[in-house]
């Protein structure tokens, strides 16, 4: 049996309408998600105001009662570690490149330690080099041949459909 182009064609009317419906569900599924948000989003303002005022009252006494916390320094009470604990601060500079400049010249045999160091080939980059310019870095083109293409021109779900249609190739093939 040939296949014709009024086959071919057929066959991705019916792609198409089987893809248009899976994205209207996941269309579906998002606006319900999105008013389920909307629904509890008050709730959750309040309790999280809440939350925050009651974080305030518990550390407003646990600074004025600091004897309770010499030794130990923290207790858990009710799933909650309290108490006082040294700070871990922070490192802050203003200029990155100067800190880097500093570090090579007053440490130049910690560099290694104290810098982050990472080369790594440009792959969109090496891309658009011609094949004897590859051939020299020891790189080469593969999986560059003809493949079949089905893709949906546009659509905000494609990324949920893709990842669907990933699991879905996955439990065919553990089965």
Same mark, same amino acid.
């Given at each position: 049996?040939?296949?014709?182009?009024?086959?071919?064609?057929?066959?991705?009317?019916?792609?198409?309408?089987?893809?248009?419906?899976?994205?209207?569900?996941?269309?579906?599924?998002?606006?319900?998600?999105? *008013?389920?948000?909307?629904?509890?989003?008050?709730?959750?303002?309040?309790?999280?105001?809440?939350?925050?005022?009651?974080?305030?009252?518990?550390?407003?006494?646990?600074?004025?009662?600091?004897?309770?916390?010499?030794?130990?320094?923290?207790?858990?009470?009710?799933?909650?570690?309290?108490?006082?604990?040294?700070?871990?601060?922070?490192?802050?500079?203003?200029?990155?490149?100067?800190?880097? *400049?500093?570090?090579?010249?007053?440490?130049?045999?910690?560099?290694?330690?104290?810098?982050?160091?990472?080369?790594?080939?440009?792959?969109?980059?090496?891309?658009?080099?011609?094949?004897?310019?590859?051939?020299?870095?020891?790189?080469?083109?593969?999986?560059?041949?003809?493949?079949?293409?089905?893709?949906?021109?546009?659509?905000?779900?494609?990324?949920?459909?893709?990842?669907?249609?990933?699991?879905?190739?996955?439990?065919?093939?553990?089965?």
């Amino acid at each position: 049996m040939e296949i014709s182009l009024v086959t071919i064609e057929t066959a991705t009317k019916r792609f198409a309408a089987a893809h248009a419906d899976l994205a209207a569900s996941v269309a579906e599924l998002n606006e319900s998600v999105e *008013r389920l948000k909307r629904g509890a989003l008050p709730r959750f303002k309040r309790e999280a105001a809440a939350l925050a005022e009651r974080r305030n009252e518990l550390a407003a006494q646990i600074a004025g009662a600091p004897g309770i916390f010499e030794s130990p320094r923290t207790l858990v009470m009710h799933g909650i570690r309290i108490g006082f604990q040294k700070g871990k601060g922070k490192i802050v500079f203003g200029d990155p490149d100067q800190v880097v *400049r500093l570090i090579e010249k007053h440490f130049p045999d910690q560099t290694d330690v104290l810098l982050h160091i990472k080369k790594t080939p440009n792959k969109k980059a090496i891309v658009k080099l011609p094949a004897g310019d590859l051939k020299r870095l020891g790189c080469e083109v593969t999986d560059a041949g003809t493949e079949i293409v089905i893709r949906p021109v546009a659509g905000d779900a494609e990324k949920l459909i893709n990842a669907l249609f990933r699991e879905f190739e996955q439990a065919d093939k553990l089965e």
